[in-house]
């Protein structure tokens, strides 16, 4: 269960560095309503996908795990956007930003991790990163962005250690 929980955590860190570098938003707890509803939803989507993959692909399922957590933290450490004051509608945003989490989730979903808890913790974590980044001053930069970059490597890393 520990596992299901750190997972949904690191899942959400990409909230906070992209969302604390965005201007003002009109309506910030509504736009971390949805990102924590959409880091519940597209893991869903991963996870099923990854539990569907995992009973055609069982040996090299580890392997797919594996690269997928480490090229999705590496594009976190490597991507930096500047921030835009262009208006984007919340549900957009929320979506733009949670897309990601399919494959994250579908890593876990091959991993076979207790679902329920994880799409919990992930919508739990994206929902109060997502506020506290969009209300708090103290977040800016890319700093968080590369952190939860090699956050996703090491569990790449991991992944493929554990046997």
Known sequence: MSTELFAGLL?????????????????????AIWTGLLHMVFPLLGFLAGEWVTSFIVEGGRYISSILLFLTGVHLCLYQQKPTSTFIPPIFLAIVVSVDTFSVSLSFGMLQLQKWFFLFSAGFFALTFSYLALKSKLIKGPLLTRLSGVCLMLMGVLTLLNK
């Open 11 to 31: 899942t959400a860190l990409d909230v906070v560095a992209l969302y604390s570098v965005l201007p003002k938003i009109r309506f910030p707890l509504m736009l």
